[in-house]
């Protein structure tokens, strides 16, 4: 079965550009949570789909965003970036709760300039 | 405390054991997670333990948990130069909420 997997692996933005990142769970697997990790701040919890609504927010500002469609792929959007928003974004599936056990993607490294 | 808390760094010959330790935050909670992240790449689960156990072995990777005192642990018996990493614990607290984790322990590796 193949794994979770993410597009693009690297993208390289300029201040107060957007930028659109994609997840396509494993195969069943309905639900998708995001998340975000940085050196100092750790593994951070964005938000988590379940059946195209998301079911749990953590704790950012309204720039991030996401949404799922109705085959369980999601994308995540980070308008306005800022130079904080450099990280490596990482998409978890699991089976349809948050906490069954998460399979995670290799993420994609974003740099802002 | 409200975090889930891991040392930073440990650093072992090749051979030995390792243990790297976790203090989670939720009693609650019902599984508890390793996750080995390598440099460049995801998180790849290592293994899992239900709450109502007090260890689980799995090749050279054996968990314990003392739920009294809300602390993981895992053990990797002969560790190898391919076990460098950083390792993650993480909890699944109580109501419909995603894994918490901790900062992470960056095992090296000396051979």
């Known amino acids: 079965k193949a794994g979770v997997t993410q597009t693009p692996r690297y993208l390289i933005k300029t201040r107060g550009q957007q930028v659109t990142l994609s997840c396509s769970p494993i195969?069943?697997?309905?639900?998708v949570s995001w998340y975000q990790q940085t050196p100092g701040q750790g593994l951070q919890f964005l938000f988590e789909?379940?059946?195209?609504?998301?079911?749990n927010k953590g704790n950012f500002p309204g720039r991030f965003s996401g949404r799922q469609f109705s085959n369980s792929r999601s994308e995540m959007n980070v308008s306005t970036l800022e130079l904080g928003d450099s990280a490596l974004y990482l998409c978890?599936?699991?089976?349809?709760?948050?906490?069954?056990?998460?399979?995670f993607g290799p993420g994609t490294r974003l740099t802002v300039l | 405390g409200e975090d889930v808390e891991q040392s930073l760094f440990l650093s072992v010959r090749e051979g030995d054991s390792s243990v790297i330790n976790c203090t989670y935050t939720?009693?609650?909670?019902?599984?508890l997670y390793w996750y080995k992240q390598e440099p460049g790449a995801g998180l790849q689960l290592l293994t899992y333990?239900?709450?109502?156990?007090d260890m689980k072995q799995d090749q050279r990777l054996t968990v314990l948990l003392n739920k009294k005192d809300k602390h993981l642990s895992l053990r990797i018996a002969d560790t190898q130069t391919g076990d460098s990493a950083i390792y993650f614990c993480?909890?699944?607290?109580?109501?419909?909420?995603?894994?918490?984790f901790g900062k992470g322990t960056r095992l090296s590796v000396i051979a």
């Open positions: 978890a599936s699991s089976l349809s709760e948050p906490t069954d056990t998460q399979y």
């Open positions: 195969s069943g697997h309905r639900s």
């Open positions: 789909y379940f059946s195209e609504t998301q079911r």
């Open positions: 939720d009693s609650s909670s019902t599984y």
């Open positions: 333990i239900f709450s109502n156990m």
């Open positions: 993480a909890e699944t607290p109580s109501g419909n909420t995603p894994l918490v």
